[in-house]
């Protein structure tokens, strides 16, 4: 795992990290609004940050958070 964030990531996937960063608790909804991007395309880059280790949802979808984690 000795690739740099930037390597792996699309540029939305990267904004999507930050933002979700600033606020765990934001909702797809919301981040589409911040990014102005389509809820589908929000949909589509987490489940794309999920499958590469970035991102985890803990809890249950009203009330839960999200969980980054950041590689070298």
Do not use: C
């Not at 797809?28 to 999920?50: D, F, P, Y």
Request: charged share 30%; net charge positive.
């Amino acid at each position: 795992m000795g690739e740099k964030l930037g390597e792996k990531l699309s540029n939305t996937e990267l904004l999507l990290l930050k933002e979700i960063s600033f606020n765990y608790k934001v909702s797809q909804k919301k981040l589409a609004s911040l990014l102005g991007i389509s809820t589908t395309t929000v949909e589509k880059n987490i489940r794309n940050l999920k499958d590469k280790g970035f991102l985890e949802r803990s809890g249950p979808a009203k009330g839960g958070h999200w969980v980054v984690y950041l590689k070298e």
